[in-house]
């Protein structure tokens, strides 16, 4: 079975912009779950969705969004970038039944000039 | 708010060596991970332990918990250079496996 996949795996953006972010889940994997990682806060969850809802949200802004498509793909957005958005981001999935282990991605990493 | 809390930060061992890393959390959860992290990687699960007294053991680590406790441990035996990463570990809130509050990570370096 194929892994989860990011994409970009890079990423350089300017304060203000916006810029999404996409992740596709191991098939048949129907919850996929966003991470923040930086050396200053570690790993910090953004948010989890399942069968296109939000399941779940960590305390990030406004700013920070995400949806998941009917083919369980997710993307997530991140508009008005400040420096301090400049992370590695890292999609995860898991299957309901099974392991409940979640599978992450390579990642994509951010960097906001 | 549920706190993950690892100890050692860092650890610097010699090959051969045995160490064990822990791992307190603040509330109820059932569920606790093992993962492992390359520099300039991602993350690998290592472990799943999904109940009181769990153990579960593949090569050179071994992971417990303890849910009264709310403590897991890493244990690494006759440590080798290639076990040289970071050990994060994490609780999931909420019931759903989708969420998980990682602790801060353990830095391992194994020296010859």
């Known amino acids: 079975k194929a892994g989860v996949t990011q994409t970009p795996r890079y990423l350089i953006k300017t304060r203000g912009q916006q810029v999404t972010l996409s992740c596709s889940p191991i098939s048949g994997h129907r919850s996929v779950s966003w991470y923040q990682q930086t050396p200053g806060q570690g790993l910090q969850f953004l948010f989890e969705y399942f069968s296109e809802t939000q399941r779940n949200k960590g305390n990030f802004p406004g700013r920070f969004s995400g949806r998941q498509f009917s083919n369980s793909r997710s993307e997530m957005n991140v508009s008005t970038l400040e420096l301090g958005d400049s992370a590695l981001y890292l999609c995860?999935?898991?299957?309901?039944?099974?392991?409940?282990?979640?599978?992450f991605g390579p990642g994509t990493r951010l960097l906001v000039l | 708010e549920l706190k993950v809390e690892q100890n050692p930060l860092f650890l610097s061992m010699q090959e051969g060596k045995n160490y064990t890393i822990y791992c307190n959390y603040s509330?109820?959860?059932?569920?606790l991970y093992w993962y492992r992290q390359d520099p300039g990687k991602s993350l690998e699960s290592l472990f799943v332990l999904l109940s009181n007294g769990a153990v579960k053991q593949e090569g050179r680590l071994m992971a417990s918990l303890d849910t009264k406790a709310r403590l897991s441990t890493l244990h690494i035996t006759a440590a080798v250079h290639d076990l040289s990463a970071t050990y994060f570990c994490a609780v999931d809130i909420g019931g759903s496996q989708g969420n998980l509050i990682f602790g801060k990570g353990t830095k391992l370096s194994v020296k010859p």
């Open positions: 995860a999935s898991s299957s309901p039944r099974g392991a409940l282990t979640q599978y």
């Open positions: 509330t109820t959860s059932d569920r």
